[in-house]
């Protein structure tokens, strides 16, 4: 089971992907909590940014 809690936010962190992984994570029950506008955007948002997090940079360097 799934809960996924989608609150107002950047437009750049409401992508489609990330809903469609919290879906893809539920594996009998999803329970989305959130505004349907927010909802209805995500699935329109088909946008992937680069995300320049440091993360390998991390890793490497640990």
């Keep these: 089971m799934v809960i996924m809690v989608v609150p107002q936010a950047s437009p750049m962190l ?32 088909a946008d992937i940014k680069k995300r320049n997090t440091g993360l390998a940079y991390k890793l490497k360097n640990k």
Excluded at 22 to 28: D, I, N, S, V, Y
């Design 14 to 45: 409401l992508t489609r992907n990330l809903l469609y992984t919290g879906m893809t994570r539920a594996k009998k029950l999803l329970i989305v909590i959130g505004n349907q506008n927010i909802i209805d955007f995500m699935i329109k948002n």
